[in-house]
């Protein structure tokens, strides 16, 4: 009979993980913190901290049912400090003839467990059962399309799953709700707060032990207020659903200069952690709905984003890779602007989204996509400099849902994959979302001149330059009419504008050079400050 070892990953934190529902009797389970997956990017300390500790609770709730738990710790002496390696010297510690891992979140690690295959220690991979969706069913949707687009794969969830279904109709008489919500945030509004979270010991430790080892990382530990275990996340779920659903879809594209999250549920990371099944996520939020506490509109945009997206880019990402990482459909090719990784920069939209970023190692949606990624998109930043950024910084990040995101959907890079065009937008269109441009330096109103917006005259000179390629697309005619239709005077003008700030982008010190006395400045103070 096999004697098989059982990996659970940092991100596999759910007690109806397949691999645990097949445990054997007397089997052992592996659980294994390792620096170099805390630094094959510089991780966010917040998002080192948040993996860290949830797994260390996980460990003890797999403790508490009895289950033999062999968890290395970082600070061990014998770790191997690789995560494979380590889950090979621990089998062999226990005897194991096997090793069983639920299919991992990113390529490169599925990559190097499937090379094991045959190996004398073999790797067994399990296919994950906590997404609506397998990579199988993605392809077998995505089969025989030309395009494989998000609103039909949408409804084939909505139908495969019955949610906010009546009968073979969807709730409401529509599929999708989003010309409702698209509303800028009114003057006086007020945001519900987040939960906060306690510290105990065990987060006390790693927030002390993650300051030690990665403190040199971009980002402030101090302000740390994930939840750590399912208990947590419940609490964050049951506080979105009442207080800040209701508003969700109205200003679900909304930006604002002192809010971080506004009506947004800042669930990913407990979601990609494991620790809240999308399935009872959407069905919270459907709840809310038939009981008359939530508008159709923010409930659809909601379980939209979810039983969607983030099916969706998954079913992308494994179905495609490892060709789509290489994609450049751009051509783009400019390193990443060094004010990335310290906000360091008079555009206000930027230093805001960056310097939340930096304190809570989350920024929502739009500014993702419409302020950095859009600025990245404009500039031509490389997709792998950009993609190793936002894998880098945000708590929820792992490959399977950053790499489709920003590679496809804010960098066009996948050829149109995952939208028919790019998300390029003038600082028009950050006016009119937020309330950044009032506080700003630069005019919106304005293409060229001193105080310009530099979104104005970059994203002219992202349209000319891509012409080749964009302007037959027919949802961007409109935009390259109005192009058309200026004096070659006026397009010199912005192009010579736009080229100018790039020069200066480029002149700027690289990445390393002067930040590290910003860090220090964010880092972690000791434990009895944050006790609570
Ligand atoms: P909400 O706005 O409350 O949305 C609810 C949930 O829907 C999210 O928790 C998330 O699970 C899901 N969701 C929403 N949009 C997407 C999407 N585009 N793709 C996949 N799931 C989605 N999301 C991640 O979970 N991890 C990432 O690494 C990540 N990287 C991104 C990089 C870029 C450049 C962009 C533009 C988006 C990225 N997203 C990523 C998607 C999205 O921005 C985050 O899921 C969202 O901001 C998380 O905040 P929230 O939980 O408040 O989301
Ligand atoms: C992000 C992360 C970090 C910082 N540390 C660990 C770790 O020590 N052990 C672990 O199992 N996972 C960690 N992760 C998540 C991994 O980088 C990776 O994304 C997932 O394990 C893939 O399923």
């Known amino acids: 009979m096999s004697?098989?070892?059982?990996?659970?990953?940092?991100?596999?934190?759910?007690?109806?993980?397949?691999?645990?529902?097949e445990l054997p009797e007397g089997g052992v389970v592996t659980m294994c913190?390792?620096?170099a997956e805390g630094r094959y990017v510089a991780h966010h300390p917040q998002k080192i901290a948040l993996f860290l500790t949830a797994m260390r609770h996980f460990a003890e709730s797999l403790k508490q049912r009895g289950i033999r738990v062999h968890y290395s710790a970082l600070d061990d002496p014998d770790n191997t400090q690789d995560l494979l390696d380590e889950a090979e010297r621990v089998a062999r510690l226990y005897h194991c003839d096997e090793i069983r891992v639920v299919r991992p979140g990113e390529w490169r690690l599925w990559e190097a467990m499937q090379a094991r295959r045959?190996?004398?220690?073999?790797?067994?991979?399990?296919e994950d059962n906590r997404f609506f969706t397998t990579p199988a069913d993605f392809a077998d949707w995505a089969r025989g399309r030309k395009q494989p687009r998000l609103e039909?794969?949408?409804?084939?969830?909505?139908?495969?799953t019955g949610l906010l279904m009546e009968g073979e109709h969807p709730a409401g008489g529509r599929w999708n709700f989003d010309r409702d919500n698209r509303e800028p945030l009114p003057k006086d509004v007020t945001f519900p707060t987040l939960p906060r979270h306690a510290h105990d010991a065990i987060t006390r430790d790693v927030l002390t032990l993650v300051a030690e080892h990665f403190g040199d990382h971009f980002g402030s530990l101090e302000g740390f207020n994930w939840p750590v275990t399912r208990r947590q996340a419940l609490v964050d779920l049951r506080h979105f659903i009442r207080h800040s659903l209701p508003d969700f879809g109205r200003f679900q594209d909304a930006i604002s200069d002192a809010e971080p999250v506004l009506y947004h549920s800042r669930l990913s990371a407990a979601l990609n952690l494991g620790l809240l099944s999308p399935r009872e996520v959407c069905e919270a939020a459907e709840g809310a709905w038939y009981r008359g506490e939530a508008p159709l509109n923010s409930v659809e945009g909601f379980i939209r984003q979810i039983l969607g997206w983030?099916?969706?880019?998954?079913?992308?990402?494994?179905?495609?890779?490892?060709?789509?990482?290489?994609g450049n459909r751009l051509a783009a090719e400019r390193g990443l602007p060094a004010f990335f990784w310290s906000g360091d920069t008079e555009l206000r939209c930027l230093r805001r989204a960056i310097e939340m970023t930096r304190d809570n190692a989350h920024a929502h949606h739009i500014q993702r996509l419409m302020v950095t990624g859009n600025f990245a998109l404009l500039c031509g930043v490389a997709p792998e400099a950009l993609c190793d950024w936002y894998l880098a910084v945000y708590a929820d990040a792992s490959e399977w849902v950053?790499?489709?995101?920003?590679?496809?959907?804010?960098?066009h890079a996948d050829g149109g994959l995952m939208g028919s065009k790019p998300y390029s937008a003038s600082g028009k269109y950050i006016d009119r979302m937020s309330d950044h441009c009032g506080r700003c330096r630069y005019d919106p109103k304005q293409v060229t001149g001193a105080r310009a917006c530099p979104f104005n005259s970059l994203y002219w000179r992202f349209l000319e330059r891509h012409a080749d390629t964009l302007s037959s697309n027919p949802r961007m005619k409109l935009i390259y009419g109005s192009l058309a239709r200026m004096s070659d005077d006026k397009r010199d003008a912005m192009r010579q504008q736009a080229e100018a700030f790039l020069a200066g982008l480029d002149a700027a010190p690289a990445y390393g050079q002067g930040?590290?006395?910003?860090?220090?400045?964010?880092?972690?103070?000791?434990?009895?400050?944050?006790a609570q």
Not at 310 to 326: C, F, N
Request: charged share 25%; aromatic share 10%.
């Open 33 to 35: 913190e390792v620096a």
């Open 310 to 326: 983030r099916e969706y880019v998954r079913g992308l990402y494994w179905t495609r890779m490892p060709d789509y990482k290489r």
């Open 3 to 21: 004697h098989p070892l059982v990996l659970v990953l940092g991100d596999q934190l759910s007690l109806d993980l397949p691999s645990l529902a």
């Open 118 to 126: 045959q190996a004398s220690l073999p790797w067994r991979l399990i």
């Open 402 to 411: 950053e790499l489709p995101n920003t590679l496809g959907m804010v960098l």
């Open 152 to 160: 039909y794969f949408y409804r084939e969830q909505r139908k495969r």
């Open 515 to 530: 930040h590290q006395h910003r860090l220090h400045r964010h880092g972690y103070h000791p434990p009895e400050e944050n």
